[in-house]
């Protein structure tokens, strides 16, 4: 018994310097040397715009929150050309209308909605207003989500 007591006081005493350090981090997600991953440190990345944007490819996957409380009450956010594979989210923050325009070639493929290549898709113009395009194919981007019922075609003038 005196044996056994002995070897739980030892572990008590050298087990915590086994316990994991930091050993990677990258701003959202942070994994310990004892492999276990840190779910609270994980955020999903996001960037908030206040003028008209260009998405890049490196952003796919991030969400884009379109803030009109900072300056105008529609914005433009155009996507990537030649961007089979990636995905973007847009959405609205504070009402006002958010312009999807795809490359000129591209076609963005909204539901029984007939839209042109090169058409920009018009949100609704309420607060919440999101969506979620991906690229499947070459020149045509497909909603795969969003919020909002009045996402319209708005030809290729936008605004």
Same mark, same amino acid.
């Given at each position: 018994?005196?044996?056994?007591?002995? =070897?739980?006081?030892?572990?008590?005493?050298?087990?915590?310097?086994?316990? &994991?350090?930091?050993?990677?981090?990258?701003?959202?997600?942070?994994?310990?040397?004892? @492999?276990?991953?840190?779910?609270?440190?994980?955020? =999903?990345?996001?960037?908030?715009?206040?003028?008209?944007?260009? =998405?890049?490819?490196?952003?796919?996957?991030?969400? *884009?929150?379109? #803030? *009109?409380?900072?300056?105008?009450? !529609?914005?433009?956010?155009?996507?990537?050309?030649?961007?089979?594979?990636?995905?973007?989210?847009?959405?609205?923050?504070?009402?006002?209308?958010?312009?999807? #325009? $795809? /490359?000129?070639?591209?076609?963005?493929?909204?539901?029984?909605? $007939?839209?042109?290549?090169?058409?920009?898709?018009? !949100?609704? @113009? !309420?607060? &919440?207003?999101?969506?979620?395009?991906?690229?499947?194919?070459?020149?045509?981007?497909?909603?795969? /989500?969003?919020?909002?019922?009045?996402?319209?075609?708005?030809? *290729? #003038?936008?605004?």
């Amino acid at each position: 018994m005196k044996r056994f007591l002995a =070897l739980i006081a030892v572990m008590c005493l050298v087990l915590p310097c086994f316990a &994991g350090t930091n050993i990677y981090n990258d701003g959202y997600t942070t994994i310990d040397s004892t @492999g276990v991953i840190d779910v609270y440190a994980a955020k =999903l990345p996001y960037k908030v715009i206040v003028t008209n944007n260009t =998405l890049v490819a490196s952003e796919s996957g991030w969400t *884009t929150v379109v #803030d *009109t409380l900072q300056g105008d009450a !529609s914005y433009t956010v155009t996507l990537p050309a030649s961007a089979v594979g990636l995905a973007f989210t847009v959405t609205q923050s504070s009402g006002g209308t958010i312009y999807i #325009d $795809p /490359a000129i070639a591209d076609t963005i493929a909204y539901g029984e909605m $007939p839209m042109d290549a090169g058409d920009k898709l018009q !949100s609704g @113009g !309420s607060t &919440g207003d999101s969506i979620t395009l991906i690229c499947p194919v070459a020149n045509t981007w497909v909603p795969i /989500a969003g919020h909002g019922n009045n996402w319209a075609d708005a030809g *290729t #003038d936008g605004e």
